[in-house]
């Protein structure tokens, strides 16, 4: 990590160390459901990445693992890499539980070429985890660095446009553009139980489209597709309204504007 951000990812990892037992808990991540064999992917990229049988996958940012599982259970053959030692301790466990091949990695993303060896067909990360690093130079490499030549990097992320408002007052009080201070803020509860007894001071960047994408195409890769889906699959956000079963909108203006992004592309093979 870079020395820079240190003192922002401790907190952040404090955070996140204490949220895994209230998510395992919570209704969001409907725990439960999953271990009787519910998928916890959303219909976005189980559409757009299609059949992962006897692939490599390298999922990045994984939490306790129930997206990484879920594609160990579609055959894929998955590797889950988080930051927070205890949610890749229940990752481990889950996985022993359900008698599935997943491996689990602790280790933060820009660290991970000093804890993982090897190359994926896919590299995988979605909802909620690019907010979460400042520098997306060096997470490109990572990238980068990880896919096999003719490989397959899925990205699909919360819009830059959905961050730029003030969730409980519908005014536009934030920025578009990264900033090299990071968006602070003391946050009680969680996404997933806001009854949850987790406080802390947590960083966050927002990045524009333009600054995931340039780094990306700087590493050698190439837009295979590119989505953009006027709702989200989670209910994670203040005052959002359920507009069709599964498919929440925030604020419920009646206007349609981008909740969710999706990203797909190749890595090129050289000649």
């Known amino acids: 990590m870079e020395d820079q951000w240190q003192s922002y990812f401790d907190q952040n990892m404090k955070i996140w160390n204490d949220r895994v037992e209230p998510?395992?808990?919570s209704d969001f991540y409907d725990h439960a459901g999953f271990m009787a064999g519910k998928s916890s992917l959303t219909e976005i990229e189980t559409n757009e990445l299609g059949d992962v049988k006897g692939k490599t996958l390298l999922h990045l940012q994984c939490h306790f693992g129930?997206?990484?599982?879920?594609?160990a259970r579609r055959g894929a053959k998955v590797t889950g890499v988080d930051f927070s030692k205890k949610a890749i301790d229940n990752a481990r466990l889950i996985n022993t539980?359900?008698?599935?091949?997943?491996s689990f990695v602790h280790s933060d993303v820009y660290s991970l070429q000093e804890a993982l060896v090897g190359q994926f067909d896919i590299v995988f990360t979605t909802f909620g985890a690019i907010p979460w690093l400042p520098d997306?130079?060096?997470?490109?490499?990572?990238?980068?660095h990880f896919l096999k030549p003719g490989g397959i990097f899925y990205l699909a992320e919360f819009h830059p446009t959905l961050f730029l408002f003030n969730f409980d007052n519908y005014k536009i009080e934030y920025g578009y553009f990264t900033e090299q201070n990071p968006f602070s803020e003391d946050v009680v509860g969680t996404y997933a139980d806001n009854q949850a007894g987790v406080q802390g001071l947590e960083h966050s960047w927002n990045h524009s489209i333009s600054e995931v994408m340039t780094p990306l195409l700087k590493n050698g890769l190439e837009v295979?597709?590119?989505?953009?889906?006027?709702?989200?699959?989670?209910?994670?956000?203040?005052?959002?309204?359920?507009?069709t079963p599964g498919k929440y909108v925030w604020g419920n203006f009646g206007v349609r504007f981008p909740h969710v992004y999706s990203l797909k592309m190749l890595k090129k093979i050289k000649e």
């Open 23 to 25: 998510h395992l808990k």
């Open 97 to 102: 539980e359900l008698g599935l091949d997943a």
């Open 136 to 144: 997306l130079d060096k997470w490109a490499g990572i990238v980068g």
């Open 66 to 71: 129930q997206d990484s599982l879920s594609w």
């Open 224 to 243: 295979v597709d590119f989505q953009e889906f006027d709702f989200s699959p989670y209910k994670c956000f203040p005052n959002m309204v359920e507009r």
